[in-house]
Antibody, heavy 122, light 110 residues
């Protein structure tokens, strides 16, 4: 059974760096075809894919946020970490991590965490 | 502004068929697979359609997807009250080298 769970601060101040951790079980990020992505959703707004990391360490970032994002994986801990620098109130959103299995579902995210709401405010 | 364009809202009555459109470009829908997600209020999105028209196990066959050129559609037949939800299309964009989503369509069952 695949599960993912996001953790990190619920409140950050403007200009601070956000660090979010996705802890997962039921799969390994060393398995060919597997990836984990971070997707966010501001209140009442659309989904936005921020970053993706794959089993082979291939990484992709949202072009508009690339300079502020870093995604890493720790396969021994079954974790994926996203850091976002220079946080702004417009970054207030629910942040989700999600699983991809390219050989089965292509670029689809078939399992999602529950999401964590991050508020940016002084 | 989302890379993929969806109508902000759609509606139908129980039993009806509803179609939600998703428009993109040659760098995404035109050359890549389309995915559809259902997001019930207060919950994480759920994969509804993958690779244009495939359904994960457990998704009713009332939901179907199709693609033509740089546009895609999600059809919901035999509309039910529990289908009231937000629906998002998504695709990989080769120019951006990133996954992109539509702006979402809020479906109301009247």
């Amino acid at each position: 059974q695949i599960t993912l769970k996001e953790s990190g601060p619920t409140l950050v101040k403007p200009t601070q760096t956000l660090t979010l951790t996705c802890t997962f079980s039921g799969f390994s990020l060393t398995t060919s075809g597997v990836g984990v992505g971070w997707i966010r959703q501001p209140p009442g707004k659309a989904l936005e894919c921020l970053a993706l990391i794959y089993w082979d360490d291939d990484r992709h970032y949202s072009p508009s946020l690339k300079s502020r994002l870093t995604i890493t994986k720790d396969t021994s801990k079954n974790q994926v970490v996203l850091t976002m620098t220079n946080m702004d109130p417009v970054d207030t959103a629910t942040y989700y991590c999600a699983h991809q299995e390219r050989y089965n579902y292509g670029d689809g995210f078939d399992y999602w965490g529950q999401g964590t709401l991050v508020t940016v405010s002084s | 502004q989302s890379v993929l364009t969806q109508p902000p809202s759609a509606s139908g009555t129980p039993g009806q068929r509803v179609t939600i459109s998703c428009s993109g470009s040659s760098s995404n829908i035109g050359s890549k697979y389309v995915y559809w997600y259902q997001q019930l209020p207060g919950t994480a999105p759920k994969l509804l359609i993958y690779r244009n028209s495939q359904r994960p196990s457990g998704v009713p066959d009332r939901f179907s997807g199709s693609k033509s050129g740089t546009s895609a559609s999600l059809d919901i037949s035999g509309l039910r009250s529990e289908d009231e939800s937000d629906y998002y299309c998504a695709a990989w964009d080769d120019s951006l080298s990133a996954a992109v989503f539509g702006g979402g369509t809020q479906l109301t069952v009247l």
